[in-house]
């Protein structure tokens, strides 16, 4: 049986995120997103399964917040059991002025519980 591909975007409901989104949809992968901003991400979730027919997990979060990281991360690892391809806004900057990698690493180690990322994008 075939297996559809997992895509998980942080900071997925506008500009390169919703992009990625759309791309990988287009070639049949299922997404889940997290996004801050609901309008947005409700109108992406929207227009994604109109257009491809396919259940859309958005999750609305603030990827600054380790308990939305780690309920997203849960989440996608429960409804999916792993993760093909994970894209992490690199201009998301955490308010405690840390070093720029640390929430992409923290994102990660949040993914990781469980062994679900193949392909870190």
């Known amino acids: 049986m075939f297996q559809r591909k997992i895509c998980v975007i942080v900071g997925g409901a506008k ?8 791309k ?5 992968y299922r997404i889940a997103f997290m996004d801050i901003d609901k309008k947005s991400g409700n109108s992406l979730k929207e ?3 109109g257009e491809y027919g396919e259940k859309i ?3 609305n979060g603030n990827v600054n917040s380790e308990e939305d990281r780690e309920l997203f991360a ?26 720029e990698n640390e929430i992409e690493d923290l994102l990660r180690e949040n993914m990781k519980k469980g062994g679900i990322i193949r392909d870190f994008i």
């Open 74 to 99: 849960g989440a996608v690892q429960a409804q999916y059991k792993r993760i093909d391809r994970l894209y992490y806004r690199s201009d998301i900057k955490d308010e405690r002025d840390s070093d």
């Open 57 to 59: 997990f958005f999750f």
């Open 47 to 49: 227009k994604l399964e």
């Open 24 to 28: 990988y949809a287009g070639q049949k």
């Open 15 to 22: 500009g390169r995120g919703r992009k990625l989104a759309e």
